[in-house]
């Protein structure tokens, strides 16, 4: 990932300091202590208007970042007096990033124009400049009960670790892979520490003529010097070209990762809600401590000593969360999945039954033609019988309709009037009818014979037999009126353009 990009992305999640400590105390049982006042940023400005050179301190911002980060620092301004102006300075600064009130950014253009210590008796420069050489001034100006708790000495072969007659910085060069084959690179075999400080910086040597040195560093978690145990407690990092670059911190507070980018500061963790590109910036700022680290600040630790760990900041979401999401919203997510699939139920089981009941009228109207042409042609059936005759050969016309209706519902329904076919099933019609009646030729007979096919009827289909009854009625009402037999063939004609 791009560095420059890196940098706008360490924007992205503006915050109060209150706000950052509760994100803080979210994952930390033991941030219940931590002043909100430490996640104050500091601006990158000096006061003067219209300067390019107005936002070119970044370099002693961070180191200042670093150094009020520091325990014993905060402990020593809160019951101390300055001893000289420069520390006069140190302690205004302090009180305004301790202040009861809830700004994300304090100011210090005092200092950045006022301070006279780069080069002992100098002003700050309004133009880029090395962080290691601001730190070396930095600390020479203040007095030596604030400053002793950073400096260190010794007699060592190479005199380039300790260049100064007062040392704060151990500089050490890009050689090996990790801060501590550096460390004892550089001093050889033959060293011996006098004094160690409370605070042991490391520069590391990356800036050459108009080059940078990006080979990958690993920081060590705890290193040791001299059986002197010291955990890490912040980086410095250089983004960008030599000398046209950008300088930030990365502070651990109760073991999680900040980092103080001039007036912002990010949490580097998972906390509710968090930006959902937050894994991917983390994934950023873990190359920038590896490859772009120049001052190293670790504190003196009396805990066990554990070798072999690096310092990488991690991305945990606890596991079936995202970014962006928690419990309570899950859980209401939950809830209303559940509502939703209720609903689908109801409305699946609500249509199947719509469609069952379309199903029965679907039924009961394919019946309804059926029954109504049945009727229709009986009914005509008869009348043409009646009109023809009124002797036997209705009875016989009427046997023989009801023969046809038995055989096919499907068969032409002229095709009763031949002759031979109509004896057929007449004849199979009685036998099976009834074997215990003989064949008789007079019309009652017949209509006896008439009345057992329709009973037998009836026993297979009942709608058929309540047809049939009409069908019965509408002969009595035929016998009675020839006027209803039209009248009725014109309501059979409206039935029968209803089935088409």
Known sequence: MPF????????????????????????????????FQVFRGIYNDNGIPLRNEAHNNCFAITFLQ??????????????HHPKNSAENHIFKIFNDLYKSNNNSAIRIEDFLLNWSGWETKNLLPHHQCDITEFANYFLSSLSDQLSNFFYFDGDFDNPDVAPFDRNYLFYVLPIGDNIQE??????????????????????????????????????????????????????????????????????????????????????????????????????????????????????KYSGPYISNTFECITFNPPKGIL?????????????????????????????????????????NFLKEPKEKLRKSKAFSNSSKSYSASKSTTKAKSQITFEDKQITSDDSDSDSFLKEPKEKSRKSKAFSNSSKSYSTSKSTTKANSLITFEDKQITSDDEQITSDDEQITSDDEQITSDDKQITSDDKQITSDDKQIT
């Open 4 to 35: 420059q990009f890196i940098c706008i992305l360490g924007k992205m999640n503006k915050a109060s300091p209150k706000t950052l400590l509760n994100r803080l105390q979210s994952v930390s049982s033991d941030a219940h202590n931590v002043d």
């Open 66 to 79: 670093m150094f009020f980060h520091c325990p014993d620092i905060i402990n020593y301004l809160r019951n």
């Open 182 to 299: 550096m460390i004892n690179i550089s001093l050889n075999q033959n060293y011996k520490f006098t004094i160690l400080p409370q605070y042991f910086i490391i520069s590391v040597v990356r800036h050459g003529f108009n080059t940078f040195n990006d080979e990958e560093k690993e920081i060590n978690t705890f290193i040791k010097i001299d059986n002197v145990i010291y955990k890490f407690l912040s980086v410095a990092v250089f983004a960008g070209e030599d000398m046209k670059g950008h300088y930030k911190s990365f502070i651990k507070i109760k073991d999680e990762y900040f980092l103080f980018n001039d007036e912002e500061v990010t949490a580097l963790f998972y906390y509710n809600r968090c930006s959902s590109g937050l894994k991917s910036f983390i994934s950023g700022c873990n190359e920038e401590i590896t490859k772009r680290n120049v001052l190293v600040l670790y504190e």
């Open 323 to 363: 970014p962006g999401s928690n419990p309570i919203q899950k859980m209401r997510n939950t809830l209303n999945q559940i509502k939703k699939d209720q609903d689908k139920k109801i409305r699946s089981s609500s249509t199947n039954h719509n469609e069952s009941d379309n199903n029965k009228d679907s039924d």
